[in-house]
């Protein structure tokens, strides 16, 4: 498939490596990607960013057929996978980089975040309030390259023995219907 008939969402939940994993068992996505968007410095690094004061967050570009999953239900993946109710963090894992961001490429899809985000509090998935930021898109930095695919490249590194891997095992028992078949 050529990359012109993809479509992509740009989306933070936490760290980059739990969405990264996940997003990768999906049904229609062809990549994914780790980086940075959201900040004030052109093409930080990880330490940087970090660090809390380039203004960015630990994203991941989801390219996706969207003859095989929409955006609305990459959203509705993206609504469950990470606790879209705290500011600035995911568990453990504090500071902007960690806040649950969707930054939008046009009206159509920032019409899709704001209507599934009400959907997804009015379905009560989560207690608290979402905090979620829609923003328009601007500059995707990508991250280094030990950050792709990290999960897959490094399953016994502590953080994810014990937090991305239960992440993808709970995703892969709730989502059965969106993983990709494999061989």
């Not at 980059?16 to 690094?45: K, M, Q």
């Not at 989801?62 to 705290?86: G, M, N, S």
């Not at 920032?110 to 608290?128: F, N, S």
Request: aromatic fraction near 14%; hydrophobic fraction near 35%.
């Amino acid at each position: 498939m050529s990359t012109h008939q993809l479509e992509v969402a740009t989306l933070g939940g936490g760290c980059f490596w739990c969405l990264d994993a996940i997003y990768r068992d999906v049904a229609g996505v062809e990549r994914v990607v780790s980086g940075y968007s959201g900040g004030h410095i052109a093409n930080p690094t990880y330490e940087q960013v970090c660090g809390k004061r380039t203004g960015h967050a630990e994203v991941v570009q989801v390219w996706f057929d969207p003859a095989v999953i929409t955006y609305d239900e990459i959203l509705y993946i993206f609504w469950r996978i990470h606790d879209p109710t705290t500011l600035n963090r995911q568990g453990n894992d504090s500071g902007p980089q960690y806040r649950s961001v969707i930054f939008y490429h046009d009206e159509a899809q920032k019409a899709a975040a704001e209507r599934t985000r009400a959907e997804t509090e009015a379905a009560r998935v989560w207690p608290d309030p979402i905090v979620t930021e829609i923003v328009p898109f601007d500059t995707f930095y990508e991250a280094e390259g030990y950050h792709q695919d990290y999960f897959s490249n490094n399953p016994n590194q502590p953080y994810c023995v014990y937090v991305v891997d239960p992440k993808v095992r709970k995703f892969r028992k709730s989502f059965q219907d969106k993983l990709k078949q494999t061989a």
